[in-house]
């Protein structure tokens, strides 16, 4: 009898107008089961869920003019959808949940912070504690929970190309990896430190300077579990062949396979 799984993935397109033809060639290559999508960058009116449904997805979106976005895309019906942190008055679109099965996924476009000690850098701040307070409610309900989208952190200094360059600045500051910390302290665990180390690692690269094909990257997309999906782990990749193709994302998808209870 062949296992049943899911496969959860998460992908920055950096413009859902732009990326729809990668993502509709990547979803009918039967890469996933359940995606976590962030900058869309659409007004709700404008996301593509007619060409979505005709290729046989359901989607639910949180979107708003030129800039974040996020939504989530299952091959099955995705229910009780929710955006927003509950409680953090924020005007951008940066959050939505939906439940599928018995899994619920929260999708999350962290900000970038702009440069450490900014106003954004700030706000920042502040958004990943308001994420904390939601996670540790949505864990009462919720236990197989996944937090998946770009965090804009990178967690350890391995998750660089160049610590000399990154250290201390934005995504590698002590403050946001301290607050990358305190949601893993709710009790998730980053799934990419559920497996022996890939070769590939890094997840965004920059488009200056011919980024990625120097292998200047980052690790800053995550899927973070709940311990009843850790044990369900079957399997963890980074799919590097998105970021190949013709005008590329400047990320590319993470995905995490778990059994099914």
């Given at each position: 009898m062949t296992e049943s799984t899911t496969?959860?993935?998460?992908?920055?397109?950096?413009?859902?107008?732009?990326r729809l033809p990668h993502m509709l060639q990547w979803l009918g290559s039967d890469a996933a089961d359940l995606v976590a999508v962030q900058e869309t960058k659409l007004t709700d009116d404008r996301f593509p869920v007619d060409a979505l449904t005709e290729a046989g997805w359901h989607s639910a979106w949180h979107g708003q003019k030129t800039?974040?976005?996020?939504?989530?895309?299952?091959?099955?019906?995705?229910?009780?959808?929710t955006t927003g942190?509950?409680?953090?008055d924020d005007t951008q679109a940066r959050v939505i949940a939906g439940t599928v099965g018995d899994l619920r996924m929260i999708c999350v476009y962290v900000p970038?912070?702009?440069?450490?000690?900014?106003?954004?850098?700030?706000?920042?701040?502040e958004w990943l504690a308001a994420l904390r307070d939601y996670i540790v409610d949505s864990l009462q309900t919720h236990p197989r929970l996944v937090v998946s989208g770009d965090f804009n952190i990178a967690p350890t200094v391995e998750d660089t190309h160049d610590p000399d360059r990154w250290e201390g600045n934005i995504l590698c500051s002590d403050a946001e990896r301290a607050a990358l910390t305190a949601l893993l302290d709710t009790g998730l665990t980053d799934a990419f430190t559920c497996i022996a180390a890939p070769e590939q690692r890094f997840t965004w690269w920059?488009?200056?300077?011919?980024?990625?094909?120097?292998?200047?990257?980052?690790?800053?997309?995550?899927?973070?579990i709940s311990a009843p999906l850790v044990g369900a782990m079957?399997?963890?990749?980074?799919?590097?062949e998105p970021r190949r193709w013709e005008r590329p994302s400047d990320h590319t998808p993470v995905l995490c396979e778990l059994r099914e209870n």
């Open positions: 496969r959860l993935a998460t992908w920055n397109v950096n413009s859902l107008n732009v800039y974040n976005g996020v939504a989530l895309i299952s091959r099955h019906p995705i229910e009780d959808v942190i509950p409680g953090f970038n912070g702009q440069a450490v000690g900014s106003d954004k850098y700030h706000y920042k701040l920059d488009y200056r300077q011919g980024g990625f094909r120097r292998g200047h990257g980052l690790r800053i997309d995550h899927h973070l079957t399997d963890f990749r980074i799919d590097i």
